[in-house]
């Protein structure tokens, strides 16, 4: 019988791999960096785990103290049997903030991570210093589902289109397609990391169920919860930078330019160039640059750490 494929930690990553109880899960996390310097905390997107920071987070460690969690559910973390909503998301990222004993913390939010940012923002305005919303945003208009998305929103259905491309290899790793500006222009090695992940994520059923749960939950709040958190991004005081790629074909442009003008002067939007839905992985040394830019560094961190390990 043929042993079905792990989520094996990227070599480089293996001496920050740490492991942390709460009160109803294990969540799989990356500590590194010194302990007294700025907090970046850096939350993954839908269907994905903390490794899709692999490429940040070596270079940012010598600036930061990098921790990068995944989501539970996903990745190498626990789940419940039930519902994976936003509102549980941000309240398992609180209890994990807390354990940790975090202050004065980043965050640094991808896509679905993002809305968990604003979320914690929202909630924890005192231990926020300021947040970075990567190709994502709260909701904060009435939006329906596109045509592409209702199959997997339909219960059965959605667990049935995840099980046909199960059947193929290829046909999974082209199912990344729409997330990058060029899938099969991404270095080879990253093409080979993401063949196997995509394969490992379709046959881990936890990862399955909490990917379809939560994108669920994304739906009914975006047509029915948008207003309200349209008022709550509005009084939210936390600095925000938005970025986002000139080719992301998930989350519009327009959701996160109607974000900038409700945040009134505390909010920046920043485009990036022949970029998707990744830039993490894309556009990796500009999203390091920025973030140096961004964030303050505790002691004498090069500016250029990202260029000296981009090949890491």
């Keep these: 019988m043929q042993r079905k494929p792990t989520m094996d930690i990227p070599p480089a990553l293996v001496p920050y791999a740490r492991r942390i109880a709460l009160r109803d899960l294990e969540l799989f996390y990356y500590d590194a960096g010194a302990a007294k310097v700025p907090i970046l905390l850096l939350i993954h997107g839908l269907g994905d785990e903390a490794d899709t920071w692999r490429a940040i987070i070596p270079p940012l460690a010598q600036r930061y103290r990098v921790i990068a969690p995944d989501l539970p559910g996903f990745g190498r973390s626990s789940g419940p049997k039930g519902g994976y909503s936003l509102t549980f998301f941000a309240r398992t990222m609180a209890e ?14 991808h896509s679905l991570g993002a809305m968990i940012a604003q979320r914690l923002s929202i909630g924890l305005p005192r231990l926020i210093q300021q947040q970075i919303l990567i190709s994502g945003c709260l909701p904060i208009k009435p939006q329906c589902p ?23 290899r290829e046909l999974a790793f082209q199912s990344l397609r729409p997330f990058y500006y060029n899938l099969y222009e991404l270095p080879a090695r990253e093409q080979r990391f993401l063949r196997r992940r995509v394969w490992a994520r ?15 939950w994304l739906a009914v709040d975006s047509l029915f919860r948008a207003h309200q958190y349209l008022d709550l991004v509005s009084e939210c005081p936390t600095p925000t930078i938005l970025i986002g790629g000139d080719h992301d074909m998930i989350v519009a442009g327009e959701c996160i330019e109607a974000t900038e003008v409700v945040l009134e002067g505390r909010g920046q939007y920043i485009h990036l160039e022949y970029c998707g839905h990744m830039p993490q992985q894309e556009c990796f040394e500009q999203i390091c640059e920025l973030i140096a830019e961004l964030v303050p560094a505790g002691h004498n961190g090069e500016a250029d750490a990202c260029n000296e390990h981009a090949d890491g």
Aim: net charge positive; proline share 4%.
């Design 96 to 109: 994990f903030i807390t354990a940790l004993n975090l202050q004065q913390v980043t965050l640094v939010g």
């Design 146 to 168: 596109t045509r592409r998305l209702w199959p997997l929103l339909l219960p059965g259905v959605g667990e049935l289109i995840l099980a046909g491309i199960q059947r193929s």
């Design 202 to 216: 379709l046959h881990h059923v936890r990862q399955r169920r909490a990917t379809l749960s939560a994108l669920r």
